[in-house]
């Protein structure tokens, strides 16, 4: 695996950023929304923050395929011969988007044989950007562009655990393990932002036990990782991309000690 530069990495930065110029530039006015096969929303913002990706990453001339939530038709055929390969949801959290409350995003994640290498979340209306890559760390940039390294928190005995969980997809069976895990404070988020609270120290644990599809994870998945934290599913596995036909994750816990909120829940 080739490193990763600092310099590619600021690219990214860059381009999510624009990208989120994009969506607000939409934001305050009467937003159009249609409805895909699948009864998910699309806006203007989703189609333009997806071109000015696509032609932003092809402008690096590095030659990876792009796999975009509004491209997601590419065969598995095809894409299992991808080495490596961008991953990317240019609005994560439409129906956030739509309800105009801030908690959406622009991910765009490097992916290399199944796991991620590279990872940008930007939120647009809140200015905050989290980025990371593999031996380069983790990192959060705030609207004054000054940017410090972030690292997950350690559950210690006796604390009440801090929850983060889906505004939009809350599962009875999130909430079994919540309720398993004893004294907790619950708080709802919306798109990937959840990973990001994880990653920086704000919570303790995200549960996600309903569906969710692969560019919705793939680069906040990296910060949680270079922040010292994982993402596993049940049989603590890490997440894996590209692996399969489907795009679909399989449900999956964010945190530092995934071992011991598992097992509460699965015990």
């Not at 690096?60 to 065969?75: H, Q």
Request: contains cysteine; negative net charge.
């Amino acid at each position: 695996m080739a490193d990763i530069s600092v310099d590619l990495l600021s690219h990214v930065v860059r381009i999510a950023r624009r990208a989120g110029d994009e969506i607000l530039s939409i934001y305050d006015s009467d937003i159009e929304v249609e409805y895909k096969g699948d009864e998910s929303p699309l806006t203007q913002a989703d189609k333009s923050s997806n071109d000015l990706i696509i032609r932003e990453l092809d402008s690096l001339d590095l030659g990876y395929p792009i796999l975009s939530e509004e491209g997601k038709t590419i065969p598995f055929a095809q894409r299992k011969t991808w080495h490596r390969y961008w991953l990317i949801d240019p609005l994560d959290g439409t129906k956030e988007f739509i309800k105009k409350n801030g908690e959406f995003t622009v991910n765009i994640a490097l992916v290399e044989n199944g796991q991620t290498i590279l990872g940008v979340v930007y939120a647009p209306v809140l200015d905050v950007c989290y980025y990371a890559a593999k031996g380069l760390g983790a990192h959060k940039q705030t609207s004054d562009l000054d940017s410090n390294p972030i690292a997950v928190r350690r559950y210690q005995e006796g604390e009440v655990w801090n929850v983060v969980a889906s505004r939009s997809h809350l599962s009875a069976e999130t909430e079994a393990l919540v309720a398993k895990l004893g004294s907790s404070e619950f708080v709802s988020m919306g798109s990937s932002l959840k990973l990001c609270l994880v990653a920086e120290g704000s919570a303790h644990l995200y549960p996600r036990l309903a569906p969710t599809s692969e560019w919705d994870t793939a680069a906040a998945q990296c910060i949680v990782e270079q922040a010292g934290g994982k993402v596993v599913t049940p049989e603590l596995i890490p997440l894996q991309y590209n692996t399969k036909d489907s795009l679909l994750n399989p449900h999956f816990i964010v945190c530092y000690d995934v071992e011991d909120a598992w097992s509460k829940y699965l015990n």
